[in-house]
T-cell receptor, first 115, second 114 residues
Framework: GIQVEQSPPDLILQEGANSTLRCNFS?????LQWFHQNPWGQLINLFY???GTKQNGRLSATTVATERYSLLYISSSQTTDSGVYFC?????????????????FGQGTILTVHP | NAGVMQNPRHLVRRRGQEARLRCSPM?????VYWYRQLPEEGLKFMVY????????ESGMPKERFSAEFPKEGPSILRIQQVVRGDSAAYFC????????????FGSGTRLTVV
């Protein structure tokens, strides 16, 4: 199956700092998503980004599908950004040739932002 | 739109008991996925269902685990004769088209086996 590797595994920042999280994947993918799991365990979809660049406030993401990686940028970090960031890829097809949304997750990056 | 609803949020079972986890997808979503998150690990796919059909159960343990998504009512993940190793967070997600776009996760059910 596909391998999804995230780096760094842990990241500690002071409030206001910027950071870059990376996700490498071992095969072609149909889609890629970034999720934030907050300290209460809730999973929030940040970006649906099979290719290209997207921005949402202080967060932006870039996926270079041909080189099999994606980056998540967090600028001016805040304590509420703390939690685990997961990259997840959708790959493969069912017998009818349709991609059906099964996600393979990376191990996550644990981000801690101190005030 | 209430989002993906999972209940209960927390469930404690003794070894050997049965656990039933429920998931109501978002309105208009007919595709449901279950994932398991073991302590200190990422999420692992378990099963993908559409109404009355199991499409892919390649991530389900071979024994004691089953899932259904009936024509009426929520999707149910059932774990029979639970063991300590089943302690985990179980997340349900739904999507409108069986693809990643529009994927929405519920808040999860945290199962503790004592």
């Amino acid at each position: 199956g596909i391998q999804v590797e995230q780096s760094p595994p842990d990241l500690i920042l002071q409030e206001g700092a910027n950071s870059t999280l990376r996700c490498n994947f071992s095969d072609s993918v149909n889609n890629l998503q970034w999720f934030h799991q907050n300290p209460w365990g809730q999973l929030i979809n940040l970006f649906y980004i099979p290719s290209g660049t997207k921005q949402n406030g202080r967060l932006s993401a870039t996926t270079v599908a041909t080189e099999r990686y994606s980056l998540l940028y967090i600028s001016s970090s805040q304590t509420t950004d703390s939690g685990v960031y997961f990259c997840a890829v959708e790959w493969g097809e069912d017998a009818g040739g349709t991609s059906y949304g099964k996600l393979t997750f990376g191990q996550g990056t644990i981000l801690t932002v101190h005030p | 739109n209430a989002g993906v609803m999972q209940n209960p949020r927390h469930l404690v079972r003794r070894r050997g008991q049965e656990a039933r986890l429920r998931c109501s997808p978002m309105k208009g979503h007919s595709h449901v996925y279950w994932y398991r998150q073991l302590p200190e690990e990422g999420l692992k796919f378990m099963v993908y269902l559409q109404k009355e059909n199991i499409i892919d159960e390649s991530g389900m343990p071979k024994e004691r685990f089953s899932a259904e998504f009936p024509k009426e009512g929520p999707s149910i993940l059932r774990i029979q004769q639970v063991v300590r190793g089943d302690s985990a967070a179980y997340f349900c997600a739904s999507s409108p088209m069986g693809q990643g776009h529009g994927y929405t996760f519920g808040s999860g059910t945290r199962l503790t086996v004592v």
